[in-house]
């Protein structure tokens, strides 16, 4: 069967980046090879990649007000603010940074904080004269994970795992909130802990805060009107593709009035090759479902559930951890969404299933989209975190963080 080692090829291709070539180019390639050899039809093809219009969308406002932000001059605004509150300790810098991308990820989603709060971090780091700036990128990426699981909202993944059967807010909260409390707090433990020799470093403090322009001001109001129509969305069970792209369009057509090279420029500068990286990995996700995979773990789940049911909250939570890491959580979520539906699996277990797509991946690099976009804004800037950098941390943050949560939702 063909399909297994063309997805195989694709996703070995967007995690190792052989030759240095860009994960998008690997995911298109696979589902292209796809398509040739037969396995998808044209029509097939353009369902899948249809069926990630609302990712899109979100991915599109997202970037588009965070290149925004970073053209005008507000993440430097913002970067300079929270130096110099930190005083001169590397330590503060690090509670700043990590309290920030958690009130960033609840509210606007996880990819929200790869995006903007990363690149606002990076210029707080070169403002500060860090020598070693990763425990604060470190605590960017996994916050972003970490807390993605508070809201329905903080990770488009959350919409996608319930597949139209998202719980109301209350059972929402009676699930998460105890288990997403100890995500953040340990995945905190963990990082500071494996990273608490880097913590200690001395850094500049009396860092002249710029001024703000309009047109930076302009983009601060964009990301709270986004932020609030994130809100609206989720509460009203609304896709969050539209509000995010109408309000980083609108924001963008305010700052293009103003300041057409600057708009431009953020147009142009925008990492375009997200988008065909996420649709290539729904053509990849279309073909496995077609061969029955779906199916498949719907009865594996079924009948786990009715002969181990003390069992399936901990194999579901751990299980779709662990592929999110091999495969990305995005087309892990996809198939664990349709996966969960086909089962009809009870609360917990899918709730446990969510867990395991949202935390499990803060043990690699490229286990969430993000992560890809986290490291995206890193190499832009020519940081470069390597798969084993990465996994050391996560080995340390990862792993304790998922059990303790995963049993928490076993005794709720």
Known sequence: MIVWPIAAFSTAGVLARPFRIGEAWWAVLGALLLLVTGQLTLGEVGHAVGQGTDVY??????MLIAEMARTTGLFDWIAAWAVRHAKGSASRLFYLVYGVGIVVTTFMSNDATAVVLTPAVLAAAKAAKLERPLPHLFACALIANAASFILPVSNPANLVVFAGQMPSLGAWFRLFLAPSGIAVAVTFAALYWSQRDDLRQHMQSDVPVPPLSVE??????GIVVMGVALLAASALGADLGWPTCVAGAATFALVLLRARALAT???????????PLVAGLFVLVAALSKIGVAAELARLLKHLQATAPQWSVWAAGIATALVSNIANNLPAGLMAGATVAASHAPAKVAAATLIGIDLGPNLSVTGSLATVLWLTALRREGVEVSFIQ??????????VALLLCLGALALV
């Open 390 to 399: 990465f996994l050391k941390v996560g080995l340390v943050a990862m792993p």
């Open 57 to 62: 969308l979100f991915l599109v406002g997202m």
């Open 216 to 221: 930076a001001r302009i983009v601060a109001f």
């Open 265 to 275: 420029r953020a147009a142009r500068e925008m990492s375009w090759a997200v988008l």
